[in-house]
């Protein structure tokens, strides 16, 4: 029993220490933003980004199907193993629990250290000079309009398909992601506490499931990478690139991490990309509307080009043909890791990035 116990404690002790770094990041902020989120964090990722750079491929997707095959081995084999021997308490049965407990508890650990300490790291709002206070519906309608108009010249100036909606003009998704990551750096120069990412976004290579799963894409802290879901509609992509781009300059929150990928579209030359950023933050923006004063939103949203309707209504459409059971799984499984991370809203933080895009309003049109 003693030799039990001491193997159970050896098996959870990496996660006592990511629970400790966790901890003491909470406890002191400013701590956790100049030393671990301004230094440690950089020289972190920056490591893995200039590793993982040298391969065109994601090396996210290979580990990660490399860890769900070996999960379904070793509970087949132990199904087997138990089977045959009649006992469930067999030395290679308790042997093969500490080892997944020692493997789980060192992966928290990993993601203590590589990433876990930004989501207790001072607000992107400290470094932007925005001030976020209570708007009111006719300010938001304002914002509103004004995206509505960019979006409607934009909407001119990109290709289309056969069916009349948005596509992008590169062949190849690669030339997108390069053309994101410029645009991400490009804004860096001017909040170089973002510091240009060594790593381009990658294409997830079965995205199809991802669509499924109702996730745009994902930052993976155990590679530093950032994968892009590119199933799902071409005006979304570009989006989302600069989105996990943010997440690999060490902004966890997901609503800032929106507010800084539309930040980045508007800095690129790509008109692709400009209207990527444009139409999420739109489509941010108008629900909040919507919820707010309806009579308000159906005469805002009245100006919206054909093109642009087009465009909204396909969106709309592909991620309805993608609902159901494991997109409802995938929701929960986010909300209580947003939760868990203290985002106490859980999912409900991405529409938040409205009110950073109405700081940004206000402070452009000098409103007080």
């Given at each position: 029993m003693k030799f039990i116990c001491k193997k159970l404690i050896f098996s959870l002790l990496p996660a006592f220490a990511g629970f400790l770094i966790v901890t003491a990041s909470g406890m002191n902020p400013d701590l956790t933003e100049n030393v671990y989120s301004r230094h440690i964090f950089p020289l972190l990722t920056g490591f893995l980004g200039s590793f993982?750079?040298?391969?065109?491929?994601?090396?996210?997707?290979?580990?990660?199907?490399?860890?769900?095959?070996?999960?379904?081995?070793?509970?087949?084999?132990?199904?087997?193993?138990?089977?045959?021997?009649?006992?469930?308490?067999?030395?290679?049965?308790?042997?093969?629990?500490?080892?997944?407990?020692?493997?789980?508890?060192?992966?928290?650990?990993?993601?203590?250290?590589?990433?876990?300490?930004?989501?207790?790291?001072?607000?992107?709002?400290?470094?932007?000079?925005?001030?976020?206070?209570?708007?009111?519906?006719?300010?938001?309608?304002?914002?509103?309009?004004?995206?509505?108009?960019?979006?409607?010249?934009?909407?001119?100036?990109?290709?289309?398909?056969?069916?009349?909606?948005?596509?992008?003009?590169?062949?190849?998704?690669?030339?997108?992601?390069?053309?994101?990551?410029?645009?991400?750096?490009?804004l860096s120069e001017r909040y170089t506490i973002l510091s240009a990412s060594r790593s381009t976004p990658k294409p997830f290579a079965v995205s199809q499931i991802l669509s499924y799963l109702n996730l745009s894409g994902y930052y993976f802290p155990y590679t530093g990478e950032a994968n892009i879901n590119v199933d799902m509609p071409d005006q979304e992509i570009?989006?989302?690139?600069?989105?996990?781009?943010?997440?690999?300059?060490g902004f966890m929150r997901e609503d800032e991490a929106n507010f800084i990928s539309y930040l980045a579209c508007h800095e690129s030359k790509s008109a692709d990309i400009r209207y990527s950023g444009v139409l999420l933050a739109l489509i941010y923006s108008t629900n909040a509307l919507y919820d707010t004063d309806q009579e308000l939103y159906f005469k805002t949203v009245s100006s919206y080009s054909q093109g642009l309707i087009t465009d909204l209504r396909y969106s709309?459409?592909?991620?309805?043909?993608?609902?159901?059971?494991?997109?409802?799984?995938?929701?929960?499984?986010?909300?209580?890791?947003?939760?868990?991370?203290?985002?106490?809203?859980?999912?409900?933080?991405?529409?938040?990035?409205?009110?950073?895009?109405?700081?940004?309003?206000?402070s452009r049109m000098g409103i007080t």
């Open positions: 993982t750079s040298l391969f065109p491929f994601s090396l996210a997707e290979l580990i990660q199907a490399g860890m769900i095959i070996s999960v379904i081995l070793m509970i087949l084999y132990l199904f087997l193993n138990i089977k045959k021997r009649k006992d469930i308490f067999s030395g290679f049965t308790k042997n093969t629990v500490f080892y997944c407990l020692g493997a789980a508890s060192s992966l928290y650990f990993l993601f203590c250290l590589l990433c876990a300490p930004n989501y207790y790291r001072y607000s992107f709002t400290t470094y932007s000079g925005l001030t976020i206070k209570s708007s009111s519906a006719t300010e938001l309608a304002g914002l509103c309009s004004e995206l509505i108009g960019q979006a409607n010249l934009l909407r001119s100036q990109v290709d289309t398909d056969e069916n009349g909606v948005m596509r992008l003009s590169t062949e190849k998704t690669a030339d997108t992601m390069q053309a994101a990551r410029k645009a991400y750096e490009s570009p989006f989302a690139a600069c989105h996990e781009l943010a997440h690999t300059s709309s459409d592909f991620w309805k043909r993608h609902q159901g059971k494991p997109a409802e799984v995938s929701n929960a499984v986010n909300n209580a890791y947003l939760k868990m991370n203290k985002q106490s809203d859980g999912v409900q933080s991405y529409g938040r990035m409205v009110d950073l895009l109405l700081a940004d309003y206000r």
